[in-house]
């Protein structure tokens, strides 16, 4: 079969990154790289007290770097978390910032050095190419498997006032450097991993079917798949094993850096509507969504839905369009597991009269304009019934 050859011009973005074992312990050596004197080291009150913690510490006293503990940032970071990460930054004189956590803790640093280089409120960079001066060195230590915010040009900042998620989409969002470490990944609670390991699904099958992707993102997403498909479903005994933790960690990697460049679709737009509602863990409101756009979306997108069956090793030949369908939604449902079985939205306290708010938030969202299918406002509203 001939391969036809996509030569629209299409840029691609990817930071700098080490993986493997014990890799946190170049951050001390990394943040000298970047000539900081004192950095602003944000993380989380549960992750300040693990263990492997010191590898990060240790690494920052070798290099005779001084830094600052900022540990204000809620799930899902909000503008305000920001604000005050930003005043601690500048009254510190901090140089840098070293975020250790997950996509909320990377996120909100991402806000923080988005605020010191620029001014202003956080609130006046949301949308894409906006921010003007580039952040301060930032190096990411990722401690889930799936956000990707150590490799991607997006942040996400919640506004509570306004229940809703703010996306900032920029190449100045890029980390300078991402540590990716499995042995930081081992200590995540067990639905966090199943999360993680959702959103980065999601991330590499909505880059995938993204009109806006290329040959290097299909690259990147495939393999991705791939390796989820490998990982999960995901058992609590396996949560010390390396190996599987190293497939999560390759899979947020490959997925990162596909959708930063190919962009993403509705199951993140509906996503972001339901969490900045109701505050839920981005993986689970993305979970609640994803069959329902997969269908939707799946006739606008065949042969790439069915070359993502393939690297979930379904077997394609002989089948029709209809019959990959099912199959692939078969085996996304195992992999997810017992975790987000079965759940609605209603579960988390929506009802018919909160339609028209998310709605209107998904339509809004930037994430739709690389969907594959472009919905209108009663597509989104019967996805969203769907899903009640
Ligand atoms: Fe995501």
């Not at 949308?127 to 498997?145: A, S």
Request: aromatic share 8%; with cysteine; glycine share 8%.
């Amino acid at each position: 079969m001939a391969v036809i050859l996509q030569r629209e011009l299409r840029k691609f973005v990817a930071p700098e990154f080490i993986a493997g074992d014990n890799s946190r312990v170049f951050a001390g050596r990394y943040a000298g790289n970047f000539h900081s004197k004192k950095i602003l080291l944000t993380t989380s009150p549960q992750i300040i007290d693990m263990k492997w913690m010191a590898g990060i510490t240790d690494s920052l006293s070798d290099a005779g770097i001084d830094y600052e503990l900022f540990m204000d940032i809620t799930e899902n970071p909000r503008d305000t978390d920001v604000m005050r990460g930003s005043e601690v930054y500048s009254a510190e004189e901090c140089t840098g910032i070293i975020a250790v956590g997950g996509g909320s803790v990377m996120d909100c640093s991402k806000g923080i050095g988005i605020v010191s280089a620029n001014k202003g409120h956080i609130s006046d960079y949301v949308g894409v190419d906006l921010v003007k001066n580039p952040m301060p060195p930032l190096i990411c230590l990722p401690t889930t498997g799936g956000s990707s915010a150590d490799v991607s040009q997006y942040a996400v900042i919640s506004c509570r006032e306004r229940k809703c998620k703010n996306l900032i989409i920029s190449k100045s969002l890029v980390p300078d450097v991402s540590l990716l470490d499995t042995v930081v990944l081992t200590t995540q609670p067990d639905e966090i991993t199943v999360y993680s390991g959702i959103d980065a699904f999601t991330h590499a099958v909505e880059a995938y079917v993204s009109n806006g992707s290329s040959h290097f993102s299909d690259l990147m997403a495939l393999e991705a798949i791939r390796q989820t498909g490998n990982a999960f479903p995901y058992d609590p005994s396996m949560a010390y094993d390396l190996d599987f933790r190293f497939k999560t960690l390759l899979s947020s990697l490959y997925a990162g850096i596909s959708f930063s460049n190919a962009g993403l679709g509705i199951i993140h737009s509906m996503s972001h509507a339901i969490g900045g509602m109701y505050d839920l863990a981005h993986g689970l409101s993305s979970s609640l969504v994803m069959g329902a756009v997969i269908r939707f979306n799946y006739d606008a997108a065949a042969d790439k839905y069915r070359n993502v069956a393939k690297a979930l090793s379904i077997k394609t030949s002989g089948k029709n369009d209809e019959e990959v369908k099912e199959l692939l939604l078969e085996k996304i449902s195992q992999m997810m597991g017992t975790f987000c079985k079965d759940t609605k939205l209603s579960s988390f306290g929506a009802s018919e009269d909160d339609l028209p708010f998310l709605i209107s938030n998904t339509m809004s969202d930037p994430c739709v304009v690389t969907n594959p299918k472009m919905p209108g406002k009663s597509d989104i509203e019967d996805l969203f019934r769907q899903v009640l």
